[in-house]
Nanobody, 120 residues
């Protein structure tokens, strides 16, 4: 089995920073893409940032210059550094990865979600 476990998140004032982490474990053969999504109440889930296997990063326009996605050298953990947070960043944040397991199957996996609340 494959699991994604998130950590980080919490309550912060506007202008503050938070760091989210996502650790993948289990019967992993390779991780082809990693990303962070968020979903605010009453809104659709949106892709915030992604990093491909080659290290190419992409961001939604609303977080460019403020958020940074990165991965560790062991490749099974990735991060979302969030700076200059705004109240509109308040949402549940989910990590996501496209993973090929040792069985050969490729699937999308999700973390359990972590709440980020930015007060004004």
């Amino acid at each position: 089995q494959v699991q994604l476990v998130e950590s980080g998140g919490g309550l912060v004032q506007a202008g503050g920073s938070l760091r989210l982490s996502c650790a993948a474990s289990g019967r992993i053969f390779s991780i082809m893409a990693r990303g962070w999504y968020r979903q605010a109440p009453g809104k659709q889930r949106e892709l915030v940032a992604s990093i491909g296997s080659g290290g190419v990063t992409r961001y939604v326009d609303s977080v460019k210059g403020r958020f940074t996605i990165s991965r560790d050298k062991a490749w099974n953990t990735w991060y979302l550094e969030m700076n200059t947070l705004k109240p509109e960043d308040t949402a549940s944040y989910f990590c996501n990865a496209r993973i090929r397991s040792t069985s050969g199957a490729t699937d999308d996996y999700w973390g359990q979600g972590t709440q980020v609340t930015v007060s004004s």
